[in-house]
């Protein structure tokens, strides 16, 4: 029997996230993956990027992402791992270009039409995100803002929140940035049926920032299984990074793929 290919990830973060929020979950991802490559790509306006302007509808970030593995000759077919405001680019890459993804894994996310926006932004979040943008400024106090809000771990955040802050402070995206993305992700309508065949939903109970009724929701809508995990927060790769790797290779299995 001839080994199979080398799968493409293509990990996608959120909210005025970059490839360096994805911490531990990373390499320990790829570890799970060997023969596989795994590619953590920031969309317009994070990161690398964090010097242009983000786009205001999801359509325009997938075509830079597709733009950008192309400049990198990384070849489709991906298997996109997203989480958030990733998980819409990687919804709609699936839909305006399903020949090009194998599978996705969408982990907390929230989709128009399925779910009512105080669904989509849990109402208990105006103040602190008000909070957030009169920080936006300050790297720790902020992002030690982010971390209550995203996180429901139960280890002291101080090395993350560290972390974070000087990611913050070398590649620091702009609060225009930050409201065009959310404008973006607001904006964003998904298709009524599943847009690949493969698709793996992931959800947060805990999840304080946008409501386990959003991915329920999606399930429903495409019919799809969902994995919920009982005490993370919506950053459920940091909280439990193990749990997402441990529930891709189940689905790889199940779909009849190897992890190696």
């Known amino acids: 029997m001839s080994a199979r290919s080398p799968r493409q990830w293509i990990l996608l973060r ?28 920031d969309l317009p306006g994070n990161g690398e990027f964090h010097q242009l302007t983000s786009p205001l509808l999801v359509q325009d970030m997938v075509q830079a992402c597709r733009v950008e593995l192309a400049r990198r000759a990384v070849a489709p077919p991906y298997h996109l791992l997203a989480m958030s405001l990733g998980a819409m680019v990687a919804t709609e890459w699936a839909r305006v270009a399903p020949h090009e993804v194998a599978g996705c894994v969408l982990i907390n996310t929230s989709l128009r039409p399925f779910s009512p926006f105080w669904h989509r932004l849990r109402v208990l979040n105006v103040v602190p995100l008000l909070r957030l943008a009169w920080l936006w400024r300050s790297a720790e106090a902020a992002e030690q803002l982010v971390w209550q809000i995203t996180s429901r771990s139960p280890s002291t955040p101080s090395t993350v929140v560290a972390q974070w802050a000087a990611v913050r402070r070398q590649r620091p995206v702009s609060a225009r940035n930050a409201l065009r993305q959310l404008v973006a992700a607001a904006r964003y309508r998904a298709p009524a049926m599943v847009p690949v065949d493969s698709v793996l939903l992931l959800g947060s109970q805990q999840d304080q920032l946008v409501s386990s009724q959003c991915s329920q929701a999606i399930a429903r809508a495409w019919g799809l299984p969902l994995q919920l995990h009982p005490w993370a927060g919506h950053d459920l790769p940091l909280d439990d990074p193990q749990w997402v790797i441990d529930a891709v290779l189940q689905w790889l299995s199940c779909c009849g793929e190897t992890a190696g």
């Open 14 to 41: 959120g909210l005025t996230r970059e490839a360096a929020h994805w911490g531990a979950f990373a390499e320990g991802f790829a570890q799970a993956m060997p023969g596989d490559r795994v590619l953590a790509l």
